[in-house]
């Protein structure tokens, strides 16, 4: 298969999960795309910059490299070094804020640490030149749902600037996390109180990871999910990946919605590329997801693009209006029967079919008529059968058509009908669907005489 039909064949993939979960996806960014689109360091050269300035760090980073067993424990040494320095030569490099009684004694380090960064992200969004440009206006047209990331930087705030930004441990706290926001998970330079980068930090977080991985968990299971910027072995990847694993209860299966990015400069020139991975999250579990292999990013972007509609409406728009529907419902709900008068509103207009497209509806003969008898999304229709999301839904479905030869989703029927919308065709399924697969599921096999 040549580069050009593997991209075909991703990209095809891509746009039948936006369609089947119908959302937009979400972004989960490491430290590869700031390394790309800033060219900021790795964590240990962060931290090899950070023994370079520091005159009480008196020997090479290899040193500690070779005396410890990861790069936090090299952040917990550092930090003792940048607070015995602010506290005698060098405080004029520090704010005098940080030298208040209540003041964490790292935070002289993780100051260091925002300022070194600070200078890689003082760049202009749109002062690149192609094909990095290219690459982030691809970014840009995605609108993801939302975005993840343990970059301490600011890049997705300048590419999204419409975003709300969540630091740290301020997800546990309000709604749920919403459309439009981008949530760093391991602090940002603007708040360098969030920063995770000793190895007390990492026990801080892992004690109230619990917490922040529950309100993220229907994001994943509920939405396609681009991982990138991240090696296969990375334990932020690996934790997330477990937490989903663990929801899904799906051994061995194939997570459809969630696909890995890895960086192959050499992509093009090869016959034969993986579209699945293995991930190994513990010594006895791994994971299988969808494998994107490119050394291009425009084309991966443009394949998670967002449908028209969802590109003309900002992000901040989106979040107001979602968090405003939180807030009806929690407090003030109206208790009695809304009624509306579709009546008086199709007489606005003469054509009520115009009047459909102006307003994203059709009307109540049809629309209410379908709906009550396809009333179950793919994920509402994996939930009713005992899954956390459609992935059981769409198994059983695949089995149906693998044992019997008719595939559900191929068209309109009494189990499924689809919808278009715009360009997207969403799936919709019956109670006849529901009886089915539950049938199946109980039974282990579809009999074809349950078809008639």
């Not at 892992?206 to 999910?225: D, T, V």
Request: proline content about 5%; charged content about 25%.
């Amino acid at each position: 298969m040549s580069y050009e039909d593997y991209k075909a064949v991703i990209t095809e993939d891509v746009a039948q999960q936006i369609s089947t979960l119908r959302c937009q996806p979400v972004l989960f960014f490491g430290s590869g795309m700031s390394r790309r689109y800033l060219d900021a360091p790795t964590w240990s050269g962060l931290l090899e910059r950070i023994a370079d300035d520091c005159p009480l760090i008196d020997r090479a980073y290899a040193y500690y490299a070779q005396s410890c067993t990861a790069e936090p424990q090299i952040g917990s040494l550092f930090a003792e070094k940048y607070r015995d320095w602010a506290w005698d030569t060098g405080s004029n490099k520090f704010p005098d804020t940080l030298f208040d009684a209540t003041v964490s004694p790292d935070a002289f380090l993780k100051y260091a640490v925002s300022e070194v960064i600070r200078e890689y992200s003082d760049v202009e969004i749109d002062g690149f030149n192609p094909p990095i440009a290219d690459e982030i206006n691809a970014l840009k047209e995605i609108k993801p749902h939302a975005i993840l990331t343990t970059n301490y930087d600011t890049f997705l705030e300048k590419v999204f600037p419409d975003y709300k930004v969540i630091v740290g441990q301020t997800a546990l706290k309000g709604m749920p996390l919403a459309i439009g926001e981008i949530f760093k998970i391991h602090g940002c330079i603007e708040d360098i109180s969030q920063i995770v980068i000793t190895s007390e930090d990492y026990e801080t977080f892992g004690r109230k990871k619990k917490f922040i991985a529950a309100r993220l968990l229907s994001l994943f299971n509920e939405h396609p999910l681009l991982i990138a910027g991240y090696s296969a072995s990375d334990p932020n990847v690996r934790a997330l990946l477990s937490d989903i694993d663990e929801a899904l209860a799906l051994p061995g299966s194939l997570i459809e919605n969630i696909y890995f990015v890895e960086y192959d400069p050499d992509a093009v020139t090869k016959s034969s590329l993986p579209t699945e991975k293995l991930i190994q999250i513990e010594e006895k579990r791994s994971v299988r997801v969808k494998l994107i292999v490119t050394s291009d990013f425009q084309w991966v972007f443009e394949a998670f693009k967002s449908p028209d509609t969802i590109n003309a409406v900002p992000a901040s728009m989106m979040r107001a209006i979602l968090a405003r529907s939180y807030e009806l419902v929690r407090t003030d709900a109206p208790r009695n029967t809304l009624e509306v008068d579709y009546d008086f509103l199709e007489r606005k207009l003469d054509n009520p079919t115009e009047f459909a497209k102006l307003f994203g509806i059709t009307t109540v003969s049809d629309a209410s008529i379908l709906s009550a008898k396809y009333r179950f999304s793919s994920t509402e229709l994996g939930k009713a059968l005992g899954g956390k999301s459609w992935h059981i839904a769409v198994k059983l479905i695949d089995q149906v058509k693998a044992e019997t030869g008719f595939d559900m989703k191929a068209g309109d029927n009494k189990y499924h009908r689809q919808q278009r919308v715009n360009t997207s065709m969403f799936h919709q399924y019956s109670d006849e669907a529901y009886d089915l697969l539950k049938r199946v599921q109980d039974s282990g096999y579809c009999d074809p005489e349950w078809l008639k």
